[in-house]
């Protein structure tokens, strides 16, 4: 079975930096394309950064410069860097395939607060 484990969030003030890992325990994993999902209280999962197999990142406009997503296929890990951390970050943030074809884990919160 599919698992997805992602951690590495907190309660952290902006401006400070975090990196959210994630988990896979698939095969194949170095051949599929990963992403990372954010859900703010209420509100769908939305789609903040994609990396391809070949370690190719796209972002949503709105992280842009500041979130950076990364691999380590003998690992099966993505990695999510947040970089100056703002209020509208908090959520809880998840990884799955871009289509969110595998079955979802808990997540992890990050909580931007003074």
């Known amino acids: 079975q599919v698992q997805l484990a992602e951690s590495g969030g907190g309660l952290v003030q902006p401006g400070d930096s975090l990196t959210l890992s994630c988990v896979a325990s698939?095969?194949?994993?170095?051949?599929?394309?990963w992403s990372w999902f954010r859900q703010y209280p209420g509100k769908q999962r939305e789609l903040v950064a994609t990396?391809?197999?070949?370690?190719?990142?796209t972002y949503r406009d709105s992280v842009k410069g500041r979130f950076a997503i990364s691999r380590d296929n003998p690992k099966t890990t993505v990695y999510l860097q947040i970089h100056s951390l703002k209020p509208e970050d908090t959520a809880v943030y998840y990884c799955?395939?871009?289509?969110?074809?595998?079955?979802w884990g808990q997540g992890t919160q990050v909580t931007v607060d003074s």
């Open positions: 990396i391809s197999s070949n370690g190719s990142p």
């Open positions: 799955n395939t871009p289509t969110a074809v595998l079955s």
């Open positions: 698939i095969d194949m994993f170095r051949f599929r394309n």
